[in-house]
């Protein structure tokens, strides 16, 4: 979102009604969680944030100089879904990423809607989804043709998809519809999938610019409305779907760029040699910190071999490293990957430099 020129803000969660009234999403927007403040107040906790955002920019936007802007957040969301479920993938309460662009004309949006789109793209391959992550058209409701969906193919997901193997896109189940043929290429043979919409990116148009009349000055001298986009992304809603696909009996297996520790380092020993060995594996943690690389250091005296395994087998990072009496003996350290079979012996002082590499 900072690469292509995001800046990030934290809007607040508790939303005036009358916000919600300007647009009329008070009683049109079915999820709000509606309460009353000590002076009889009402409020909705923000479940989207353009009845937030654009009066916000309006205090900021005076000539086409100020144009565009593209705050963003990293928020909890509330929203009061009729059908809570699979956890961390619908709850009532998530964490969204919204971005919101706010642009002089049409033709402003429309160009860096095309880079944010990109962004996306560039996001989920990091994520380790972007083979299975499809540009997905969807109704734009009143505002646009179309609204575009990420969705990732996934058993648990809850949407359907219709694929167009030849352009790489999907249509919505909701427009496939209204919309029978792949909207680039014509196709009319689809692939039906199960998937999990993880993110979703609109053109509102001035959806929102209007009833909060959000407008400029323009070069002319004229007052001008802005339009508007916004983008979205649940990090909480990703964050189930990478599970869902990257794991295996024993537990997760995260991709590397997310993993909360790229190493989970297990310590072993008995009686007679703990306090030796746990200097070595002390020396080696640090080392690793200095590097930059991020350890789950297991040190238990009291918890068993087999238990420190499963456990890090079930927490998934990326290597597990072992240091025992066995390894020792060697001078070594075992290396592991969650996501392979065969463990080798290291040289301890190797070990630092062949994670880096
Ligand atoms: P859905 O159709 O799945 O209910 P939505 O279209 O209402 O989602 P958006 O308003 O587009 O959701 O929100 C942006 C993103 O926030 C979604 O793409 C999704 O990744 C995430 N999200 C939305 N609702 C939830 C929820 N209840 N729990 C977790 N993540 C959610
Ligand atoms: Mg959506």
């Not at 986009?229 to 537990?251: A, F, L």
């Not at 499963?310 to 350290?333: F, H, Q, W």
Request: charged content about 30%.
């Amino acid at each position: 979102m900072n690469k292509i020129g995001g800046e990030e803000i934290l809007m607040p969660v508790l939303v005036p009604k009358e916000n919600w009234e300007v647009t009329g999403r008070w009683e049109a927007f079915d999820v709000l969680f509606k309460l009353k403040g000590a002076d009889e107040k009402e409020y909705a906790l923000g479940a989207t944030h353009e009845e937030v955002v654009t009066p916000l920019a309006k205090k900021f936007l005076f000539s086409y100089r100020d144009l565009p802007m593209m705050p963003y957040q990293i928020q909890t969301k509330f929203r009061n879904e009729l059908r809570a479920k699979s956890g961390i993938m619908r709850g009532r309460e998530f964490l969204m990423k919204d971005l919101y662009s706010i642009h002089a004309d049409q033709a402003d949006l429309d160009k860096f809607y095309e880079v944010a789109k990109h962004a996306y793209f560039r996001i989920f391959d990091r994520l380790g989804l972007g083979g299975i992550t499809y540009l997905t058209y969807a109704s734009g409701g009143s505002f646009a043709k179309y609204s575009h969906e990420f969705q990732t193919i996934c058993d648990a997901g809850e949407d359907l998809i219709y694929i167009c193997d030849n352009c790489r896109i999907a249509i919505n189940k909701e427009i496939i519809a209204e919309q029978s043929q792949c909207p680039i290429c014509g196709n009319k043979k689809f692939r039906e999938a199960k998937a999990v919409e993880v993110g979703n990116i609109f053109k509102l148009a001035n959806r929102f610019s209007n009833p909060f009349e959000l407008q400029y000055t323009d070069k002319d001298g004229q007052k001008k409305e802005a339009v508007m986009g916004c983008y979205g992304i649940g990090p909480s809603r990703v964050m189930g779907t990478i599970v869902e696909i990257c794991h295996d009996e024993r537990g997760i297996i995260w991709p590397e760029e997310i993993a909360p520790f790229k190493v989970h380092l297990i310590l072993l020993g008995n009686k007679k040699s703990w306090a030796e060995n746990k200097k070595e594996a002390d020396r080696l943690y640090e080392k690793l910190e200095e590097r930059g690389i991020e350890v789950l250091y297991d040190e238990r005296e009291d918890a068993g071999a087999g238990e420190k395994f499963a456990e890090a087998d079930l927490i998934g990072c990326p290597i597990r490293l072992v240091i025992s009496d066995k390894t020792l003996a060697e001078n070594a350290v075992e290396v592991k990957k969650r996501n392979g079979a065969d463990s080798k012996l290291v040289k301890i002082n190797d070990v630092v430099k062949d994670l880096i590499k």
